[in-house]
């Protein structure tokens, strides 16, 4: 029975040391958790920008131009507005999705 009681109190010694570390290790770690939640969150979201909507890309695109509108697509950042110029060319003219500004046709 000694024994017994001799090896129980040998693993709570060792034990005792582990968790201890254990611990400590956990209050620099939910520091450095924190502080990342901290910096994504004063980072601007992808949603939080403003964002020009596709009739608007639509208006810049067609201002000044001959010709009729085929199509818009929302590419992510970009709005791409398909042209039909008169004589039968038709180009895509990209329109950055945030500024609304006119940045290259194709």
Excluded: C, H, K, N
């Excluded at 709005?79 to 329109?95: K, L, S, T």
Aim: proline share 6%; no cysteine; glycine share 12%.
């Amino acid at each position: 029975m000694i024994r017994f009681s001799a090896i129980g109190l040998a693993a709570l010694i060792a034990a005792a040391p582990l968790s201890q570390a254990a611990a400590q290790e956990r209050g620099p770690r939910a520091d450095r958790q924190q502080q990342q939640q901290q910096q994504q969150d004063e980072r601007p979201q992808r949603d939080e920008r403003p964002r020009v909507s596709v009739g608007d890309a639509v208006q810049r695109a067609s201002s000044g131009r001959p010709g009729r509108f085929l199509g818009a697509s929302d590419r992510g950042g970009t709005i791409v507005v398909r042209w039909e110029y008169p004589g039968g060319r038709i180009a895509d003219i990209m329109v950055d999705g945030r500024t609304g500004r006119v940045v290259g046709e194709r």
